[in-house]
């Protein structure tokens, strides 16, 4: 067995959503492997463990992240934010609103991972042009919809927020 | 759609659903990140499979060395292929239709040979899937590497590789077609046009990995499957015959699938190993592929070469085509529904949208040390398309006649069915003519003409393309059944109506991300007259629907929404009766709308239906001697006036090629199809959209790149390349609607037109491009390099 078994521990204390929690987790567990299967927090998702296909992106100390790219005890004093705590606290409550009215998710495996990263788009540029959108999401792969009807629903939520056309 | 016994159709209905874009009521929880798709269910003692794979397109096992894993931390069994074979019977995926059709016996964990690099050959379960691929790290292998046959081209050659020696050679499977009179079409044809087409080989990646949770109990002796699969009752029966279990032990559940389009509806043996590990172990077994494991054990799909020609007369007139296909599945058939369908596919579909009356095609089947070959969303489809298309493109070229016009003069008109074309498939009505006609308007295709020549003077090289298509959906027994697949091609619905006046639906179709559940609970509500919001449904589970097929070949709306439109009818009916009872009044006289019951003339409401329920329920000893409510219905639909209720349509593509550095930019996609009633708008166009995305990767970015030895050389997200936001285009999507007259309902399949009608029209807009250029593309993906070889540019 190799330095990276599971042997190798340490102690992290973090806040999810809020919440302060305390774990011990192996070195080379990551930071979406933690949230997944320590904190139960399956509504990230893993699509490449190598940070290509974005699914499994969540907020940390503010930043849209790969949490596959992260280790947990990276995350050690930082605050985390998955696709949990921003339903429950409405932050996107008018992205999701629009996602849902353009159907812009089928499966949904992509979906938590899409709306962290558009809603990271919208909170820096709130007048993306499409292509803008198009490139902010670029690192996040959807095999189902196309990518259109996301476009869409985030073009729609940012005219919404800067008071052009009801929300969706 | 036809009417029913009142003479009126589903579209008279009062608050009818149907037709409308209502959001999928399902949707909400996946935004919230509250999907449970298979790896995000813990079970009491579940353990961990991870697999070792054969590094080898083709090797011997002498032996497998397995203490040092056994003794590694968390490992609970180390188990062989040749263990397991005792608790799990092998399979060959051969069907009786497909004459000639031959494989080989497959294991769950090969046990004498490995076929393909990434094979699995050895299972560790472990109480973690790190301390299982910990474990699998230690596991020594003596595997001799042996000679493997790779190229589909050198498949058949004398002196290649026989991968299954028992079998005689690697042709596993041919078919010859030979209508009219073809030979003396091409003689007086005054343009004879030929081509070879590639398709490379590409998979599906799904996003959500494969993944399966075998849960055996052996107290109750029960088998419980959470699975991400398209087709729970097959799973079931397969695993009864192969595990040698009663049906009444096996429970096949499929909640959330992330994605499948057809990857997940074949038997996999790490998914067949990973049941058969639960079993073995008495504990829960979860399984789920990580993306390395998915590019080389998913299926792959296409892998064909196709050489065609088409004979013309001068005035444009399509006279005969011929083709001659050679498509390499890997070294198994896979089960149940076998790798001979694709390329039988393409012998049906060439020429489909066309009148011509003379067609000969060979297609051929062969084996070879890669991963194995299946079905995959839009099956034969695109490489048909772009044979086809791709022919008369260099007919009009040829003979100096506009692609809209070769095409408007050649189609089978839309007055002229039902119709049965060269290749024999039959259709009961299409609307070439009326798409086309759609689609010109629709991307003013004058106007584009006019811009392209204009930008063509400043040396900007834009290009259009078109591709014509029929599509395969609504598949009868004549599919699978009739070859001896027990796989399903009616379905079922069961409503049940509760005494609040909420309707529970169950049924055999399943949800993949499609919006099954959502037009199921707008058929069911319009049937029966309730808010769609009292309509709950329930799909993917064996022990809760009716027997079904699931959802593939674009299946669901069509059949499953038909079941379900006959359930809602007669449970409408039967409340009806209860209601008459009550209220003393004829049954025909009343109806049932927005949850209410009313008088059917004047719409004044007479009770409302939780009131009925109420009575029903709760107080049936106020009811008139010997009225029973019967407030579960079920009904069942197949398709049996034609095997495929096919559809049709017209892509478009507006594409920008720069000849320096090989670089396609789409600039405009457009889609009309006809799926016949459209239930639910956005839905089916999100379909279009999705699946004309995945054509477009095929077009362009994705291939599984082997080398010479066998060995996929890409197997990475960041190697192989998927369509991402940034390169696609808008896509508009219009109709034209022919319902089938087979149904009430009328619908037809949307889930394959995109991917069909795609790959063809960006290949057509690339050589429309590059044609004064002198330069052409004849291969997917048509990547920078295989444009910049075309213009002789490396
Ligand atoms: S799983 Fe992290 S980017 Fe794909
Ligand atoms: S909705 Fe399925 S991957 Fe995006």
Redesign the pocket.
């Known amino acids: 067995m190799d330095g990276a078994s599971m042997d190798r521990v340490r102690d992290v204390t973090l806040w999810v959503n809020g919440e302060r929690v305390s774990r011990r987790v192996a070195v080379r567990t990551h930071l ?1 492997d933690f949230l997944r299967v320590e904190l139960e927090l399956t509504g990230s998702h ?11 992106t969540v907020r940390v100390d503010g930043v849209a992240v ?4 992260m280790l947990a005890v990276q995350a050690d004093g930082a605050r985390v934010e998955t696709i949990e705590g921003l339903s429950d606290s409405g932050a996107i409550a008018d992205l999701q609103a629009a996602f849902h009215a353009r159907n812009a998710l089928q499966c949904g495996y992509c979906t938590p991972g899409m709306l962290v990263s558009a809603a990271e788009l919208l909170a820096a540029n709130p007048a993306p042009t499409r292509d803008e959108i198009r490139a902010h999401i670029s690192g996040n792969y959807c095999r189902c919809t196309g990518y259109h009807a996301i476009v869409d629903a985030i073009e729609t939520t940012a005219a919404a927020r800067r008071g052009e056309g009801g929300a969706a | 759609m036809s009417a029913d016994e009142t003479g009126l159709t589903f579209l008279d209905r009062p608050n009818s659903y149907i037709g409308r874009s209502v959001p999928r009521p399902n949707a909400r929880r996946l935004l919230q990140g509250r999907g449970i798709y298979v790896d995000d269910l813990k079970l009491p003692r579940m353990a961990h499979v991870a697999f070792l794979r054969s590094p080898y397109p083709h090797a011997r096992i002498r032996g497998i060395d397995t203490a040092a894993a056994k003794a590694a931390p968390g490992v609970f069994a180390v188990v062989t292929g040749a263990e397991m074979a005792r608790v799990c019977t092998p399979w060959v995926g051969v069907l009786g239709h497909f004459k000639g059709l031959k494989s080989a016996p497959q294991y769950p964990l090969a046990i004498d040979r490995a076929c393909w690099a990434g094979e699995a050959i050895c299972a560790v379960v472990a109480a973690s899937r790190a301390e299982a691929e910990d474990a699998v790290a230690l596991l020594a292998a003596d595997l001799e590497e042996l000679p493997a046959a790779v190229e589909m081209e050198r498949a058949l050659d004398p002196d290649e590789t026989v991968i299954h020696p028992d079998l005689g050679d690697n042709l596993a499977f041919e078919r010859l077609l030979d209508v009219g009179e073809v030979d003396a079409a091409f003689r007086d044809a005054a343009v004879v046009v030929e081509e070879t087409f590639q398709v490379g080989r590409h998979t599906g990646v799904c996003l959500e990995p494969r993944a399966i949770l075998a849960d055996w109990d052996a107290g109750e002796e029960k088998l419980t499957v959470h699975h991400s699969f398209q087709a729970p009752h097959m799973m079931q029966d397969i695993l009864c015959k192969h595990l040698g279990l009663p049906e009444a032990s096996v429970r096949v559940v499929c909640k959330d699938v992330g994605g499948s389009f057809g990857i997940k509806v074949h038997i996999y043996p790490d998914e067949m190993a990973t049941v058969a590990l639960s079993l073995m172990l008495k504990r829960p077994v979860k399984f789920v592929a990580d993306r390395l494991e998915s590019f080389t054990s998913d299926i792959h799909a296409r892998d064909h070469r196709v050489k065609g020609r088409m004979a013309f007369a001068a005035d444009g007139t399509i006279l005969a085509a011929e083709i001659d296909d050679l498509t390499g599945i890997g070294p198994y058939s896979v089960y149940p529904r076998t790798s001979a369908v694709e390329a039988n596919q393409v012998v049906n579909l060439v020429g489909g949208p066309y009148r011509h009356r003379n067609y000969r095609a060979r297609a051929r089947v062969v084996f070879q040390n890669k991963t194995p070959m299946c079905q995959y969303r839009a099956v034969g489809h695109p490489i048909a398309v772009m044979v086809t298309e791709g022919l008369v493109d260099l007919g009009a070229a040829r003979l100096d006649i506009d692609p809209v016009e070769i095409r408007r003069r050649n189609v089978i008109p839309d007055d002229a069915h039902p119709s049965t074309a060269a290749s024999g498939i039959r259709f009961e009505q299409l609307s070439h003519q009326a798409a086309l006609a759609r689609l010109v308007e629709m991307m003013d295709y004058p106007a584009l003409r006019a811009e392209q020549a204009a930008l063509r003077a400043r040396g900007i090289h834009r290009g259009i393309g078109l591709a014509t298509f029929v599509e395969i959906t609504n598949p009868s027994a004549a599919f699978y059944g009739v070859g001896g697949a027990r796989i399903s091609s009616q379905d079922g619905c069961t409503l049940r109506l509760n005494p609040q006046g909420g309707v529970v639906a169950a049924i055999g179709v399943t949800e993949q991300g499609q919006g099954t559940e959502a037009i199921v609970a707008q058929v069911v509500a319009t049937a029966v007259g309730v808010p769609m919001e009292q309509v709950r449904v329930v799909t993917g589970d064996t022990d809760a629907t009716p027997y079904g097929g699931g959802t593939w070949a674009s299946r669901g709306a069509g059949i499953g929404g038909e079941a379900a439109w006959q359930a809602g009818k007669a449970l409408r009916q039967n409340v009806l009766v209860v209601a008459g009872a009550i209220l003393q009044a004829d049954p025909a006289s009343l109806d049932l709308r927005g949850g209410r019951v009313v008088d059917a003339a004047t719409g004044t409401e007479r009770m409302p239906l939780a009131e009925l329920g109420r009575i029903a329920y709760f107080r049936p000893d106020t009811l008139p001697p010997g009225l029973q409510p019967e407030f579960v219905v079920t009904r069942h639909y197949v398709p049996k006036d034609y095997p495929f209720a096919f559809t049709n349509g017209v892509q478009a593509a507006w594409v920008e090629v720069d000849p320096d550095t090989g670089f396609v930019r789409l600039l405009r996609h457009w889609c009309v199809e006809d799926c016949g009633t459209v239930l639910n708008p956005q839905l089916v166009d999100e379909q279009i959209r999705g699946g004309i995305v995945q054509g477009i990767g095929a077009a362009l970015f994705e291939e599984c790149r082997y080398d010479r030895t066998g060995q996929f050389l890409n197997a990475t997200m960041a190697d192989y390349l998927v369509p991402m936001a940034a390169e696609m285009p808008d896509i508009a999507v219009a109709h034209v609607v022919s319902p089938t007259l087979s149904s009430e309902i009328g619908a037809k399949g949307a889930g394959e037109a995109g991917t069909a009608g795609a790959p063809a029209a960006v290949i057509n807009a690339i050589n429309d491009a590059l044609r004064p250029l002198g330069a052409r593309v004849t291969s997917q993906p048509a990547s920078p390099e295989v444009i910049l070889r075309a213009l002789g540019r490396v």
């Open positions: 979406v893993l699509g490449c463990e190598q940070g290509v296909c974005g699914a499994c790969r949490g596959c790219l």
